[in-house]
T-cell receptor, first 116, second 113 residues
Framework: AQSVTQPDIHITVSEGASLELRCNYSYGATPYLFWYVQSPGQGLQLLLKYFSGDTLVQGIKGFEAEFKRSQSSFNLRKPSVHWSDAAEYFCAVGVRYGGSQGNLIFGKGTKLSVKP | KAGVTQTPRYLIKTRGQQVTLSCSPISGHRSVSWYQQTPGQGLQFLFEYFSETQRNKGNFPGRFSGRQFSNSRSEMNVSTLELGDSALYLC????????????FGPGTRLTVL
C-alpha cells in the first residue's frame, strides 16, 4: 500500500542552524513527491516537487530536497533556518491510478519550532 | 491570478445537523480535491471531482458527499454531523491531474458541538 512516513513529529532548531526533515515513502511506481508547509490556521503551500530528472530539487524560501530512490526517501533541507520557518511541514506522494486520476497521500507532518 | 477560495472559513454546528462547504478553484483548474485534516488522523483524502464527475473517493462514510458545477466550483456536504467530523476541511485544485501539483485553499474550520 502507498504510504508516507515522517519519523519526526516535532523538531526544534536554533535560528541560523541547518535543518533536515525526513520523509520516507512507499510506492510501487516512480513517485511524484512534494513538500508542503502549513502555518497555523492556514492552508498548505507547496515548497517544492519532484517528478523526474535531477534528484536534488530547489524550492521556495531557500528549501531543497533530495530524492534517493535506493532509500525511498525525500528529505527536506535548509542551510540556515529563520524564525519565520516555524510551521508544520508535510511530505506527500502523488498516487496515480491511470490516465489523470489519482490523489496525494500525506505524511503525518513534522512541526518545526525555531529557537531565537 | 486569484488562489483557491473556500467559504465559509469557520462554521459551528451541532450533532445531527448537516453542512455545506464551498470551494472555488483557481481559474482554469478543472480538478478539485477535498481533504479532511484532524490532529489524530492528519490529512485524509475525501474525494476528487473533474468536469462535474467524481473520479476518486477516499475511505469515508456516505454522509460525506460532494459535487462540482460546470464552472469547476465545488461543494461538499456532510449530513448527520458527528462530533468526530470536527476538522479543517481543505480544498485543492489542479489543472487536470491531482497527483501533479495541487494548490490549496485556506480551509474551512468546522466545529461540531
Amino acid at each position: 500500500a502507498q504510504s508516507v512516513t515522517q519519523p519526526d513529529i516535532h523538531i526544534t532548531v536554533s535560528e541560523g542552524a541547518s535543518l533536515e526533515l525526513r520523509c520516507n515513502y512507499s510506492y510501487g511506481a516512480t513517485p511524484y513527491l512534494f513538500w508542503y508547509v502549513q502555518s497555523p490556521g492556514q492552508g498548505l503551500q507547496l515548497l517544492l516537487k519532484y517528478f523526474s530528472g535531477d534528484t536534488l530539487v530547489q524550492g521556495i524560501k531557500g528549501f531543497e530536497a533530495e530524492f534517493k530512490r535506493s532509500q525511498s526517501s525525500f528529505n527536506l533541507r535548509k542551510p540556515s533556518v529563520h524564525w519565520s520557518d516555524a510551521a508544520e511541514y508535510f511530505c506527500a506522494v502523488g498516487v496515480r491510478y491511470g490516465g489523470s486520476q489519482g490523489n496525494l497521500i500525506f505524511g503525518k507532518g513534522t512541526k518545526l519550532s525555531v529557537k531565537p | 491570478k486569484a488562489g483557491v477560495t473556500q467559504t465559509p472559513r469557520y462554521l459551528i454546528k451541532t450533532r445531527g445537523q448537516q453542512v455545506t462547504l464551498s470551494c472555488s478553484p483557481i481559474s482554469g483548474h478543472r480538478s478539485v480535491s477535498w481533504y479532511q485534516q484532524t490532529p489524530g488522523q492528519g490529512l485524509q483524502f475525501l474525494f476528487e471531482y473533474f468536469s462535474e464527475t467524481q473520479r476518486n473517493k477516499g475511505n469515508f462514510p456516505g454522509r460525506f458527499s460532494g459535487r462540482q458545477f460546470s464552472n469547476s466550483r465545488s461543494e461538499m456536504n456532510v449530513s448527520t454531523l458527528e462530533l468526530g467530523d470536527s476538522a479543517l476541511y481543505l480544498c485543492a485544485s489542479s489543472i487536470t491531474a491531482p497527483y501533479n501539483e495541487q494548490f490549496f485553499g485556506p480551509g474551512t474550520r468546522l466545529t461540531v458541538l
